[in-house]
């Protein structure tokens, strides 16, 4: 729409499971490739580690925050009333976050710039945003136990 190319390096597993999401990105002229992949030295490094990886390379440059469920819809619609947008449910995570860091700048008294990723909108997802409706969603804590197991499994990734 404004003439620039654009390359999205889409998380493989989301890459195949949502493909809706990629046809959109293609559809308005996006180069979608799943990530990790061989066109970057970041990419290739992880690959060469694990062929099978299905990982972001996001771990190196950013921090995961385990966000539960109830609170991350709670943070989309809060979202959609201000700004018009359904965000996915990846997204709203990013929104929770965001929020819960800009009370904690509050709170101390400091100016923080704070930034978060839209990374879709969730109007596949609304049967998920209905759960959440109907009362229907639970929060649920994943076993300690399961959590250790995973990451066993996981690739290692230089940093």
Do not use: C
């Amino acid at each position: 729409m404004f003439g620039l190319d654009v390359r999205v390096y889409m998380v493989k597993v989301s890459y195949e499971q949502k493909p809706y999401r990629r046809s959109m990105m293609q559809a308005w002229g996006a180069e979608v490739l799943a990530s990790p992949t061989d066109v970057t030295e970041a990419g290739r490094k992880v690959l060469a580690a694990d062929p099978s990886s299905a990982g972001s390379l996001g771990i190196a440059i950013s921090e995961a925050v385990a966000v539960p469920q109830l609170a991350t819809f709670e943070a989309g619609v809060e979202f959609a009333r201000a700004e018009g947008i359904i965000p996915a449910p990846e997204s709203a995570h990013s929104v929770r976050v965001t929020i819960d860091e800009a009370l904690a700048a509050k709170e101390a008294n400091e100016s923080r710039t704070i930034l978060f990723n839209l990374s879709g909108h969730g109007h596949f997802d609304m049967a998920a945003y209905d759960k959440y409706f109907t009362g229907q969603l639970e929060d649920f804590a994943y076993p300690e136990a399961a959590i250790a197991e995973s990451m066993k499994r996981l690739p290692k990734v230089a940093g």
